[in-house]
């Protein structure tokens, strides 16, 4: 190892994964700046794929820091080329053009002809909210002014037949909301009375209709609230014996 080999890597204005690697080379260099170390055996030391790997390699041999030579019966080897610590090179590429962490692109191609990075960034993205419709679901209960539980206990007493409400979660809450929203009309306790007394005559709705092939149909409130549901009852498919 050279430890005069190493100081000159650190000086040099290069991004970091190819910095390790040639650090790594710098490491196993003899007197002369030269090793031969196998690139999956650079791969094992710098944490890279082998592909990687290559990509540094290339970029290496294009900034002029390293020699690699093919020999017959000995394989490749890796001649250091570092300028002296207080040498300029023109021909390497300058830190001020090496993006920040956070604007590094997505893919190798967009790095300004720098060599790809080798970890994958993760962009975390602001995460949207849930649609019905189109209208986005009102996540906060500051500005959530349906009346759930007024709701829930008007269906409990008006249609008793039907399922009875254990937990009313995010998702429940979101669909009851968005037809209390779609209409000023719905925007009251009263309403909601009404509808369920409507769906009440309904037998179907009510479980009091069955056909050898199946039991009778068990309501619940959240099928009544689902979007589709919603628009059957209201527009009466299920009231055909009270139409009649």
Known sequence: MSVHYIARVW???????????????ADQAN???????????????????????????????????????VRAGVGTTFTLTLPDADEPRNDVPPRNNIPL????PATPEQYSGN??????????????PSVEGNKPFVSSAAADHCPHQ????????????????????????????ARWKEEPKRQNAEWWGKFFSYIAES??????TASTNRPPFELDLEWIVTPANFVKIVEGKYHREAAA
């Open 115 to 128: 060599p790809g990075t080798t970890f994958r960034q993760t962009v975390s993205k602001r995460q949207q």
């Open 101 to 104: 962490r956070n604007d590094i």
């Open 150 to 177: 007024e709701i829930i206990d008007l269906y409990h007493q008006t249609l008793p037949t039907g399922r009875q409400v254990r937990i009313w979660n995010d998702t429940r809450k979101a669909k009851l909301r």
């Open 31 to 69: 007197d002369k700046g030269i090793c031969w170390p196998s690139q999956p055996h650079i791969a094992r030391r710098c944490s890279l794929t082998d592909r990687a790997v290559r990509v540094q390699l290339a970029f290496l041999e294009g900034a002029k820091v390293i020699r690699r030579n």
């Open 11 to 25: 000086a040099l204005e290069i991004p970091s994964t190819p910095k390790l690697v040639l650090l790594s080379l």
């Open 203 to 208: 037998d179907f709705l009510t479980g009091k």
